[in-house]
């Protein structure tokens, strides 16, 4: 192996491992200045629920076409999906003919504080835009929770090993 085949290999083990890691499926959407938009993320996750204001962490690929609006617009809703929205998260993560704002057509969903829609699913968490980190591929952003909405029915979606996978209660 070249010191160039390298980092290719273990770029190529590290995407088969995370692929083990099973991950709550989450749309980030956004709206304002900039336009309504979505994509679908499987790397958020809660950073404190003290101080100021709980923050949630997310990662957005650089080349995702929300990922302009989502910086431009200062806020973003995280919509934790339940096992009945896999289109929805389908629709999100580019798999379809929707595009930008097309990709709500038919979905009911709401506004909270920020104007970012919260979609009705299993978890809706409204945040402002606190702090924005590019690594790598992605852009690493927390955001300050400015109000949340939870549903007492359903389970998460889960995406691992490459495909949707359901919760049972053990």
């Known amino acids: 192996m070249t010191q160039s085949d390298a980092p ?83 629709v999100f993560a580019g798999r379809g003919d929707a595009t930008g704002a097309d990709r709500f057509t038919g979905l009911a969903f709401d506004t909270l504080k920020t104007g970012a829609p919260v979609l009705d699913g299993l978890a809706g968490f409204d945040c402002e835009i606190q702090a924005v980190d590019p690594i790598g591929t992605h852009y690493v952003i927390i955001g300050a929770v400015r109000a949340v909405r939870a549903s007492e029915e359903g389970s998460p979606l889960i995406y691992g090993m490459r495909s949707y996978l359901r919760t049972e209660k053990a």
Do not use: W, Y
């Open 8 to 90: 290719r290999a273990l770029r190529d083990e590290f995407v088969h491992a995370m692929s083990r890691a099973a991950a709550t499926v989450s749309v980030v959407t956004t709206d304002g200045p900039a336009g309504r938009a979505g994509v679908t993320v499987s790397a958020m996750t809660s950073v404190s629920a003290d101080g100021d204001a709980p923050t949630i962490l997310i990662c957005v690929n650089r080349t995702a076409s929300a990922a302009p609006a989502i910086l431009e617009n200062k806020c973003f809703a995280v919509n934790v999906l339940h096992t009945g929205q896999q289109a929805i998260a389908d």
